[in-house]
C-alpha cells in the first residue's frame, strides 16, 4: 500500500484542461509525492492572504509511482474551493496537497476477482484511476464500468472511457437527457438497470460505488437486494461541501 | 505487581499509530460487530467525522478538527486490530 | 497568479464575526435521518420531580403557535438571512411546567443531545418549529419538528427534537462533549470550548 507522504506538499499546476462545461482536469508537479495506488484520494488545502484555509479531498485520477498526480474537479454551484480550482487557478500556480490516503476504496494489480464499478457524475473519477491501471498492467482480471450521469455532456474523460482498446468496458447510463436513438429513456439506475448492466452476484465480483451520497445509498441497497453480499461491496460517497 | 511508567508504551505504539485506518479492523462496543473502518458510515461533516457502526448505528469515532489541533473519540470501539507492516500491505 | 479569497470577508452587519452568507440550506446531521410519523411523535419535558409533560402530535397542533422570521448562524461558518419558520414558543410549553433547575438537555430521536440554559430559551427565544418557508418541516431538516434556538449556534436548534430534560449541571451535549463550546453564542464566536 503507498503511504502518505508526511505533512503537507506543494503541488504545481502543471496542466489543465476542461472535462464539461463545469468540470476540469488539473495536473500537479508534487516534488515527494510517493506515488499512490488507484482510488486513493489527497487532500488539497487553500489559504487566503489573511491566512485562512480550506480543505477538501479529491479522488485521485491517475495512479503508479512518480510525482504528478491528476484530479478530476466538478464546480459545485455553492462550492468554495471548487470553483477556485476550475475557474481560477492557473498554470503554475501552487496549492497544499496531503497524501495519498485511503486504503480500502482502492483496486492493486494483484486483485484477480471480477471488478464492477459504478460511478455517479464526478464519482468517476477514482475508477479512471482504476482503469488506466488495469490498463498499464494488463491485468486479467475482469473490469467494467457503468457510468450513470445526468446528460451526455456531464462525462469525464468519455473518449478514453470508450476507446475500444480500453480493457475495462463502460456501460453508459443517463437519468435527464439521453443521445438520439439510445434504447432506455433517461431515469435513475434501477435494480432492473444494475441486473442487466453490472456483474451477477453468481461471479462474485468485488464492486465498487462512487458518487453522491444518495446515488451510492441506492445502488448499494440495490445491489444487496440482487443478492450481492455486503462484505463484497465497497462504497464511496461524497457530501455537499 | 508492580507497574510501570507509561514511558514504556513508546515502542508498541511507535508501530501502532502507524497504521492506515481505512483497512483496520475494529469491533462495535455495542453490537460486536466486526468490520475495517474504511466500511463504517460517517456523518457530521464538516462540524467533525462521526463514525458509525455500519450494523448499529452505534457512534464509533468522533473526530473533531480545529486550528492546530484535531481531537479523536474512539469511545464506540472495543479494538482495533492492527496488522503489522508487511500484512497491513496486503491488506 | 490566482488568489484564493476564501469567502470569508464580507462586511454586512449582520453577520457574526467569522460567518459568511448562504442562499442554500445546508444539511448537517451526526447521524441518519430518523424517520418519525406524527401518528408516533410525541414531545416531553422532563423535571427533576419524575413529572413528564407530554404532547402528542394532535395536542402540540392546538397549541397557540407564532410566525418566526430569523437569522440562522451554523458553526462551519455559513449564515443564512431572513429565514421563516412556524412553531410554538417553549414559554407556552414550559407554562405548566415547575422546575429548579437552570439547566435543560434537550434529546432527540436518533440519539441526538444538546445542552441549553433555561433561560436562553425561555422569553421568546426559543421554539419547537414545525414549518419551514410555508411548507412542512422537511426530515433533512428535522422534520416533523425540530428545536429552533437562532440566537446560539445552529447545531443547538436539534433536529428531530423529541424532548427536554432538567438537568442541575450544564452537562455537555453530542458535539459539546467532544469540544464544541457549551454555550455556542455565534457573536462572540464560541465555537470550541
Redesign the interface.
Known amino acids: 500500500m503507498t503511504t502518505p507522504a508526511a505533512g503537507w506538499l506543494t503541488g504545481s499546476l502543471a496542466r489543465a484542461h476542461p472535462l464539461t462545461a463545469s468540470a476540469r482536469s488539473i495536473t500537479f508537479t508534487v516534488p515527494g509525492w510517493p506515488g499512490n495506488d488507484a482510488g486513493q484520494h489527497v487532500d488539497v488545502r487553500l489559504t487566503s492572504s489573511d491566512g485562512y484555509q480550506a480543505v477538501r479531498s479529491y479522488s485521485i485520477a491517475s495512479a503508479g509511482p512518480g510525482g504528478e498526480i491528476e484530479l478530476g474537479i466538478d464546480r459545485l454551484p455553492d462550492g468554495e474551493v471548487s470553483p477556485f480550482l476550475v475557474d481560477d487557478l492557473a498554470l503554475g500556480d501552487t496549492v497544499e496537497l496531503r497524501g495519498p490516503l485511503g486504503g480500502w476504496f482502492v483496486w492493486r494489480p494483484e486483485q484477480t476477482q471480477p471488478v464492477q464499478l459504478i460511478a455517479g457524475g464526478s464519482g468517476v473519477v477514482p475508477f479512471i484511476a482504476m482503469t488506466r491501471t488495469h490498463a498499464s498492467v494488463c491485468s486479467s482480471a475482469p473490469m467494467q464500468l457503468l457510468y450513470s450521469l445526468r446528460t451526455p455532456n456531464d462525462a469525464f474523460f468519455r473518449d478514453e472511457l470508450s476507446q475500444p482498446s480500453a480493457t475495462a468496458r463502460t456501460t453508459w447510463h443517463y437519468t435527464r437527457t439521453v443521445p438520439p436513438g439510445w434504447s432506455r429513456s433517461a431515469g435513475r439506475l434501477t435494480a432492473e438497470d444494475l441486473k442487466s448492466k453490472t456483474l451477477p452476484p453468481e461471479q462474485a465480483p468485488l464492486t465498487y460505488v462512487c458518487g453522491p451520497t444518495g446515488f451510492v445509498e441506492t445502488v448499494s441497497r440495490a445491489l444487496t437486494s440482487l443478492g450481492h453480499a455486503p462484505d463484497t461491496i465497497r462504497t464511496e460517497r461524497f457530501g455537499g461541501t | 505487581m508492580d507497574h510501570l511508567d507509561g514511558n514504556v508504551l513508546a515502542g508498541p505504539t511507535a508501530d501502532l499509530f502507524?497504521f492506515?485506518p481505512?483497512?483496520t479492523q475494529g469491533q462495535c462496543q455495542s453490537c460486536a460487530d466486526i468490520a475495517?473502518?474504511?466500511?463504517a458510515?460517517v456523518?457530521?461533516?464538516?462540524?467533525?467525522f462521526?463514525a458509525?457502526c455500519?450494523n448499529c448505528?452505534n457512534?464509533l469515532i468522533?473526530i473533531?478538527e480545529?486550528?492546530g489541533q484535531k481531537?479523536l473519540?474512539m469511545r464506540g470501539l472495543r479494538w482495533l486490530r492492527v496488522a503489522d507492516r508487511a500484512m497491513?500491505?496486503r491488506? | 497568479m490566482a488568489v484564493f479569497g476564501g469567502r470569508r470577508r464580507d462586511d454586512n452587519p449582520a453577520l457574526p464575526p467569522g460567518q459568511h452568507l448562504t442562499e442554500s440550506f445546508p444539511v448537517l446531521s451526526a447521524g441518519p435521518s430518523p424517520s418519525i410519523s406524527t401518528e408516533d411523535w410525541e414531545f416531553f419535558i422532563h423535571t427533576e420531580t419524575g413529572q413528564t409533560h407530554r404532547w402528542n402530535w394532535d395536542q402540540f397542533l392546538a397549541l397557540p403557535s407564532e410566525d418566526i422570521t430569523v437569522d440562522i448562524h451554523c458553526v462551519t461558518s455559513w449564515s443564512k438571512l431572513g429565514t421563516g419558520w412556524k412553531g410554538v414558543s417553549l414559554d407556552t410549553l414550559f407554562a405548566e411546567v415547575e422546575t429548579g433547575l437552570d439547566f435543560v438537555m434537550a434529546h432527540s430521536y436518533g440519539g441526538y443531545t444538546t445542552n441549553l440554559p433555561l433561560e436562553e430559551v425561555l422569553d421568546g427565544q426559543a421554539w419547537i418549529a414545525y414549518e419551514y418557508d410555508g411548507g412542512e418541516l422537511e426530515p433533512e431538516h428535522g422534520g416533523p419538528a425540530r428545536l429552533l434556538v437562532p440566537h446560539l449556534y445552529f447545531w443547538k436548534s436539534a433536529k428531530w427534537v423529541r424532548g427536554l430534560v432538567m438537568q442541575s449541571e450544564d452537562n455537555p451535549g453530542f458535539w459539546e462533549e467532544y469540544g464544541y463550546n457549551l454555550h455556542g453564542d455565534p457573536w462572540r464566536e464560541e465555537r470550541y470550548s
Not at chain 2, 36 to 39: D, K, R
Open positions: 502507524l492506515e481505512t483497512t475495517m473502518l474504511g466500511q458510515m456523518y457530521g461533516q464538516p462540524m467533525g462521526v458509525r455500519r448505528d457512534v468522533v473533531i480545529r486550528a481531537s473519540s497491513n500491505d491488506i
